[in-house]
């Protein structure tokens, strides 16, 4: 490790983390007990949804100590820079490739607890527990995990009833969306897929990806289902399996629907023929991957794969999220940049379904 000698850094934050006054043990997403010190004033975050999730549970970002560097994106393409436009200024070295972290980084930061994926490996905790720093571990797969994360995000901040209310939001309309769409058959769930990557070749979301996860909660069926995690695949297999509708993702800046209209190898494609492409939308934080947001994802979803059957008014469901999660009076445009209404707005049903008309 260059700088600090990593016996001064266990020494430094160790000392501190032995004698500082404890309210509470909690017990993380791997089932580890971790104790929360009586006064939490800042706390670094690595998994990338997690930084956004502090902000909402905590009403802002002043005990946010330092995040990874990925989350910058929801400040610059999301909504995060309006509603929090202070914490676009945050560290965010502490962690490098592969969420490993830098505990030079860390140490810098004086945080007083570090949230950190925990079915990742020992490898990428045990560094910061060797500083003497509690470590809050997570789990990644299924969106319904982000409630878990919720209320440990709380927990940590000493907003232990303000985790669970907003848990219990997210599980109450993720439920209420689930029973509504259980009831459709196969027949009638469209075929459908999610590209993690369209533009440096094709990455499809298969089994065991929330995305899968997702689609099949909101009543479409994933055609990339039969291969595991993000597969590589190329144009030849997505023509055989012919989506009817293709979900793209937040990871490649710009992407559109119109990059694939375009694409003469994929004029065959369903998708293409019936206009059914689709960018995910980008809030505080990628409608995609799971998080606080989830809720909200799952209801686009619906609407966009059973529009006949879409409940009017999702403008107003989102203010009333925003207004809940952030404290933020969304506007008309703030709602229109999120759906990317511009991008998307070309494509069957859209503006339809998420316009000012939507019944809002």
């Given at each position: 490790m260059?700088?600090?000698?990593?016996?001064?850094?266990?020494?430094?934050?160790?000392?501190?983390?032995?004698?500082?006054?404890?309210?509470a043990d909690v017990t993380d997403q791997m089932g580890r007990t971790v104790a929360i010190p009586e006064r939490v004033d800042r706390v670094a975050v690595i998994p990338i949804p997690v930084a956004s999730m502090v902000m909402a549970v905590d009403g802002g970002a002043q005990r946010l100590?330092?995040?990874?560097?990925?989350?910058?994106?929801?400040?610059?393409?999301?909504?995060l820079g309006r509603m929090f436009p202070a914490a676009a200024r945050l560290p965010t070295q502490v962690s490098g490739e592969g969420f490993v972290p830098n505990v030079e980084a860390l140490a810098a930061t004086r945080a007083d607890v570090v949230i950190q994926w925990g079915d990742r490996g020992d490898d990428i905790v045990r560094p910061i527990r060797?500083?003497?720093?509690p470590v809050i571990t997570l789990r990644y797969g299924d969106s319904a995990l982000a409630a878990g994360w919720?209320?440990?995000?709380?927990?940590?901040?000493?907003?232990?009833?303000?985790?669970?209310?907003?848990?219990r939001w997210f599980e109450t309309r993720r439920a209420a969306i689930d029973e509504r769409m259980r009831a459709i058959p196969d027949a009638q769930r469209p075929r459908v897929v999610y590209l993690q990557r369209a533009r440096s070749g094709l990455r499809a979301a298969g089994k065991g990806t929330s995305m899968d996860g997702d689609i099949r909660l909101s009543g479409g069926t994933n055609v990339a289902a039969g291969v595991p995690g993000f597969a590589q695949v190329d144009?030849?297999?997505?023509?055989?399996?012919?989506?009817?509708?293709?979900?793209?993702?937040?990871?490649?800046?710009?992407?559109?629907?119109?990059?694939?209209?375009?694409?003469?190898?994929?004029?065959?494609?369903?998708?293409?023929?019936?206009?059914?492409?689709?960018?995910?939308?980008?809030?505080?934080?990628?409608?995609?991957?799971?998080?606080?947001e989830t809720p909200l994802t799952l209801d686009w979803l619906s609407s966009l794969f059973h529009p006949q059957r879409a409940e009017p008014g999702f403008r107003l469901r989102i203010a009333d999220a925003y207004r809940d999660l952030y404290g933020y009076q969304i506007s008309e445009r703030d709602t229109d940049d999120l759906l990317k209404l511009d991008a998307n707005g070309g494509s069957a049903h859209y503006r339809a379904l998420f316009g000012k008309g939507d019944g809002s």
């Open positions: 260059r700088g600090l000698p990593s016996l001064l850094l266990a020494c430094l934050f160790g000392c501190t983390a032995a004698t500082a006054a404890r309210a100590a330092g995040m990874h560097g990925a989350s910058r994106a929801d400040f610059e393409l999301g909504l060797d500083l003497g720093l919720l209320r440990l995000v709380g927990a940590s901040l000493g907003k232990a009833e303000r985790g669970e209310h907003l848990a144009v030849e297999q997505l023509l055989a399996w012919d989506p009817q509708i293709v979900l793209l993702n937040n990871f490649e800046p710009g992407l559109a629907p119109a990059d694939l209209y375009r694409d003469p190898r994929l004029q065959g494609l369903a998708a293409v023929r019936g206009q059914r492409i689709y960018s995910y939308p980008h809030g505080g934080f990628r409608w995609d991957p799971p998080s606080q």
